[in-house]
């Protein structure tokens, strides 16, 4: 089967394709997984009914929202979870000590058929401590999926939220363009981020194994080597280029190109804006339109942009203007960027004007060079004329933080709710399995999220509630809630006569984040300062939690 429609196939019903990356198998973990699970085993301890939720404690970037990614690749993990012989003996020995035989045959025979894996709707907006996934199954083997799951939700999350931000602080209407491949951390990172940034509401991708594997639409145009490698027009051999309409030919798109930069040269309005240009600068742009002429967009500046690279481009675009064909437009990739853009959309418009060429003056303008948010933040204060941005290292990196701290704790083993316990109240776990809910108000904004235990009676429209803070006692509030959403879906269950969600491409995804993030109150959005969002427990859950925290943690002695 085809690599593209193994990763974006409908993960329902029969067959699940295993996980895009080869290296995500059941090792894909750490050491001491196994030592527990031979632990759980030699205690006939390992087929106990566990609860774990796996959520994060704190908003990255020091924004007050994340956006949830990675549920995809974890059902494709557990879907074809299972121990090669290979891998059994590897197991054999690296375990210290000498381990019984019957725990590696309880390995062979080991699958995820009697786990259940409950999660929020990946491209989710979501929020800390409300529970991302639940796993239900036997504790050893729901304790050697906590690693790899963590692994696949922590990055994916992070970067779609990192791309999230960029489209928030560029505006709807820029075009946003992932660029990150070469400074990615190595090619999963590489592949990983142009999926997830994809996601998060970029546009496309220059990335071509993840183009091919995930469907995301390709750019790129050409690097200042191309440019640089170009001495003299002599060089082109074939200057021949059929019109668009194939209906004629011109036999020499440079001397086209070279009559035209003198019109540009000489033109009253133009006049005194440059000298002369470089002309092997004029001999790649003309080259690469010679290869592409429906798709022509230049790098401007590898010699000067507005005394040669401007200048060069529109002389060879005009060229095509001649023969039916639309340039694309630039790229800076370096200078003052607001400045630049804004003095090429002039020269543009001045173009139009002049020789009388149709949305010449609205030439689409790329600007890239290590971009961030700050960068374009500070762009939309100066002033810009940008319409697109290729953006890299920050992003696929997340340079701003380097982790989401996702978490895995159990919070249920043989129906007794269990609790962690910390001097840190953020490490405080919220006992016992759960069902949560996202209440909205009259405005149709999300309000609050709420978690209740599992056999609490739903929040209903209209009802009135008391929403508390799970650990603070004077935070709380009623919320009359004007439509209620269950977060949390069976997305893989134990037996197979249990309905799940179906896994939707990742065109899908995307949408639902960004109609998600347009759905979100502004304050909770905004860079600086932003109004945290209210993630709350039922009263009931409340006194349950307070009663259990109590229940376990010791009791000191004065003397």
């Given at each position: 089967m085809d690599q593209q429609v193994k990763a974006n196939g409908n993960c329902s019903g029969g067959v699940v394709e295993g996980p895009t990356n080869p290296m995500v198998t059941p090792l894909l973990t750490d050491l001491y997984q196994f030592t527990m699970?031979?632990?759980?085993?030699?205690?006939?301890?390992?087929?106990?009914?566990?609860?774990?939720?796996?959520?994060?404690?704190?908003?990255?970037?020091?924004?007050?929202?994340?956006?949830?990614?990675?549920?995809?690749?974890?059902?494709?993990?557990?879907?074809?979870?299972?121990?090669?012989?290979?891998?059994?003996?590897?197991?054999?020995?690296?375990?210290?000590?000498?381990?019984?035989?019957?725990?590696?045959?309880?390995?062979?025979?080991?699958?995820?058929?009697?786990?259940?894996?409950?999660?929020?709707?990946?491209?989710?907006?979501?929020?800390?401590?409300?529970?991302?996934?639940?796993?239900?199954?036997?504790?050893?083997?729901?304790?050697?999926?906590?690693?790899?799951?963590?692994?696949?939700?922590?990055?994916?999350?992070?970067?779609?939220?990192?791309?999230?931000?960029?489209?928030?602080?560029?505006?709807?209407?820029?075009?946003?363009?992932?660029?990150?491949?070469?400074r990615a951390q190595g090619p999963d990172g590489g592949i990983s981020a142009s999926k997830y940034c994809y996601l998060g509401g970029f546009d496309a991708t220059s990335n071509v194994a993840a183009g091919r594997l995930f469907g995301i639409p390709l750019r790129g145009t050409h690097s200042h080597a191309f440019v640089s490698s170009y001495m003299s027009p002599d060089e082109i051999v074939d200057k021949s280029l059929r019109s668009a309409d194939g209906s004629r030919s011109c036999e020499d798109l440079v001397s086209l190109a070279q009559t035209w930069l003198s019109k540009i040269q000489w033109s009253s309005s133009l006049r005194g804006i440059f000298g002369e240009t470089n002309q092997s600068e004029l001999a790649a742009f003309t080259s690469y339109a010679l290869a592409f002429p429906i798709s022509f967009l230049a790098l401007v500046d590898t010699y000067d942009v507005m005394r040669s690279g401007i200048p060069n481009f529109c002389a060879v675009a005009l060229a095509l203007n001649d023969l039916g064909y639309k340039a694309a437009g630039i790229r800076l990739d370096s200078g003052d960027l607001a400045y630049l853009s804004c003095e090429a959309r002039k020269f543009f418009r001045a173009i139009e004007k002049e020789f009388g060429v149709p949305g010449f003056g609205k030439m689409s303008i790329t600007a890239s060079n290590d971009l961030n948010e700050e960068t374009l933040d500070a762009l939309n204060k100066q002033g810009h004329e940008v319409d697109a941005y290729g953006i890299g290292t920050y992003l696929v990196t997340c340079y701003a933080q380097a982790a989401l701290g996702c978490v895995f704790k159990l919070v249920e083993i043989n129906n007794q709710p269990r609790i962690k316990l910390s001097e840190d109240v953020s490490k405080v776990s919220i006992p016992c399995k759960k069902r949560s809910?996202?209440?909205?108000?009259?405005?149709?904004?999300?309000?609050?999220?709420?978690?209740?235990?599992?056999?609490?009676?739903?929040?209903?429209?209209?009802?009135?509630?008391?929403?508390?803070?799970?650990?603070?006692?004077?935070?709380?509030?009623?919320?009359?809630?004007?439509?209620?959403?269950?977060?949390?879906?069976?997305?893989?269950?134990?037996?197979?006569?249990?309905?799940?969600?179906?896994?939707?491409?990742?065109?899908?995804?995307?949408?639902?984040?960004?109609?998600?993030?347009?759905?979100?109150?502004?304050?909770?959005?905004?860079?600086?300062?932003?109004?945290?969002?209210?993630?709350?427990?039922?009263?009931?859950?409340?006194?349950?939690?307070?009663?259990?925290?109590?229940?376990?943690a010791p009791v000191g002695e004065l003397q």
């Open positions: 699970a031979y632990a759980y085993w030699k205690a006939n301890k390992h087929q106990e009914r566990a609860v774990f939720d796996l959520y994060f404690r704190k908003n990255p970037f020091g924004g007050e929202y994340t956006v949830f990614a990675g549920l995809e690749e974890c059902i494709r993990l557990i879907a074809n979870f299972k121990f090669t012989e290979d891998e059994i003996s590897f197991i054999r020995e690296s375990l210290p000590g000498s381990c019984e035989d019957g725990f590696f045959d309880y390995l062979r025979g080991l699958d995820c058929s009697e786990v259940e894996v409950y999660s929020i709707a990946e491209g989710s907006v979501v929020f800390p401590k409300v529970p991302l996934l639940r796993i239900e199954g036997p504790i050893a083997v729901a304790q050697l999926l906590e690693t790899p799951l963590v692994n696949l939700i922590n990055f994916a999350s992070l970067v779609a939220t990192n791309a999230a931000r960029h489209r928030f602080v560029a505006g709807k209407s820029k075009i946003l363009l992932e660029f990150g491949l070469r809910y996202r209440l909205y108000g009259r405005e149709g904004y999300p309000l609050v999220d709420i978690m209740t235990g599992e056999n609490e009676p739903s929040p209903k429209v209209g009802e009135r509630i008391l929403c508390r803070h799970p650990f603070n006692e004077s935070k709380r509030a009623y919320v009359v809630p004007q439509q209620v959403e269950e977060l949390l879906k069976c997305y893989w269950p134990g037996s197979s006569d249990k309905p799940r969600e179906d896994l939707p491409p990742l065109q899908d995804i995307r949408d639902r984040c960004i109609k998600q993030l347009e759905r979100m109150r502004p304050d909770h959005m905004r860079r600086l300062n932003p109004t945290p969002y209210k993630v709350s427990v039922s009263a009931k859950l409340y006194d349950f939690i307070h009663f259990l925290w109590l229940n376990e």
